[in-house]
């Protein structure tokens, strides 16, 4: 079984980050109550694992 290219799994990480970054923080943003710092290791702690175990296991799938 090969790996995917590099280049094509860094370019379709940072297509499925963009979005998840400029929306997510905002809607945290709503529930932490204006503290910066919450507000981030939230919207970390809610990016990541979408990112490591739903996104990116169905885009190795897809360009296997």
């Known amino acids: ?3 995917p290219n590099r280049h094509l799994m860094a ?3 940072f297509l499925s980050l963009v979005p998840m970054v400029y929306f997510v ?3 945290v943003a709503q529930y932490t ?3 910066k710092w919450l507000n981030v290791v ?4 809610i990016i990541v694992p979408i990112i490591s175990y739903i ?6 799938k897809f360009f296997k």
Do not use: Q, Y
């Not at 939230?42 to 702690?45: E, F, P, R």
């Not at 996104?55 to 190795?60: G, R």
């Open 1 to 3: 079984m090969k790996a």
């Open 11 to 13: 370019f379709v990480t």
């Open 25 to 27: 923080p905002d809607f």
């Open 33 to 35: 109550g204006g503290i």
């Open 42 to 45: 939230v919207s970390v702690g």
């Open 55 to 60: 996104i990116m296991p169905l885009t190795i």
